[in-house]
């Protein structure tokens, strides 16, 4: 038959974990910001930001699986304080004052300087030589911009990706939490 078309129904149900996509974001972004071009400044704080966003959807993502009311009290936590909950639930100790746990305060604080970004003014102070040819470019890093470095963003993924793997492991589960990105179970059926 020429011209005629068959149709059918797909049905099922698909799962993303959210934090692998995040965490493959902000390598993705990292790489690009190894490379010499213009805009690095961009993807690194894409990175930084990715990283924030995997360690805030690996927390929503065991909150759900430890608590069947996740979607009712989550809102109620800021991100550290769940954090916290969660890390204290799996018998974890944590030190804020170091690595790997100063990082999260530090791409929360970032993430959330990102989301809420005010314009600000600052006094600058810089000694030039007046007798170069060319006055130099007068510029101050505000801190998101200082934050904004190869070196901090390889750092932040790699922090990130200890604090959800220790997380993880102390709550009960094995398995490598990066291992899968999701999937589904689905079925097809003939439309008439």
Do not use: C
């Not at 990292?30 to 071009?37: K, V, Y």
């Not at 793997?165 to 291992?179: T, V």
């Amino acid at each position: 038959m020429t011209g005629s078309t068959s149709r059918a129904r797909v049905r099922g149900r698909q799962t993303t974990n959210t934090f692998v996509y995040m965490n493959i974001g902000a390598k993705h972004m990292l790489e690009q910001a190894e490379q010499p071009q213009d805009g690095q400044l961009y993807t690194l704080t894409s990175s930084l930001v990715f990283s924030a966003f995997t360690l805030e959807a690996y927390l929503n993502h065991l909150g759900a699986l430890k608590h069947s009311n996740w979607d009712e009290i989550e809102r109620r936590y800021g991100k550290r304080r769940k954090y916290e909950m969660l890390a204290q639930e799996a018998g974890l100790q944590i030190d804020f004052n170091r690595r790997p746990y100063r990082t999260l305060v530090e791409l929360f604080a970032f993430r959330d300087r990102m989301a809420h970004g005010r314009t600000v003014t600052e006094d600058v102070s810089v000694l030039i030589d007046v007798t170069a040819p060319r006055l130099p470019q007068i510029t101050n890093d505000s801190d998101w911009q200082a934050l904004a470095t190869i070196e901090n963003a390889r750092a932040a993924i790699e922090d990130v990706e200890a604090l959800v793997r220790e997380l993880h492991s102390g709550s009960g589960y094995p398995r490598n939490p990066f291992a899968s990105a999701g999937g589904g179970f689905y079925g097809v059926t003939p439309e008439a």
